[in-house]
């Protein structure tokens, strides 16, 4: 009934900047938390941003100053700005929300499928 859907992965070169959105589709009721993570081969997935119902957001330390996660309510979409890259911050990058849908009366964290953002000259 839902699925979130990310789109703006790629390869860019270290001190380049990239932006991912990810956006909620199907049966969606209202949107609470939503967050990005991401992993990185041989290493835990970690929280790289999250953003609350009215706007509060909190980073990573390793993101502080070049990340800006955002959200458009209107269209269930968020994004992470990401500029000044490097290339520890290659990983693959996942969208997390937690929703309310048709027939829910709670929120379910829902999971994107993931997608690759590359930081390499």
């Known amino acids: 009934q839902v699925q979130l859907v990310e789109s703006g992965g790629g390869l860019v070169q270290p001190g380049g900047s990239l932006r991912l959105s990810c956006a909620a589709s199907?049966?969606?009721?209202?949107?609470?938390?939503m967050a990005w993570y991401r992993q990185a081969p041989g290493k835990q997935r970690e929280l790289v941003a999250g953003?609350?119902?009215?706007?509060?957001?909190n980073y990573a330390d390793s993101v502080k100053g070049r990340f800006t996660i955002s959200r458009d309510n209107a269209k269930n979409t968020v994004y992470l700005q990401m500029n000044s890259l490097k290339t520890e911050d290659t990983a693959v990058y996942y969208c997390?929300?937690?929703?309310?849908?048709?027939?829910?009366?709670?929120?379910?964290?829902?999971w994107g499928q993931g997608t690759q953002v590359t930081v390499s000259s």
């Open positions: 997390n929300a937690d929703i309310v849908s048709r027939g829910t009366s709670y929120f379910a964290r829902y």
């Open positions: 199907g049966s969606v009721i209202s949107i609470n938390n």
């Open positions: 953003i609350t119902l009215v706007g509060t957001t």
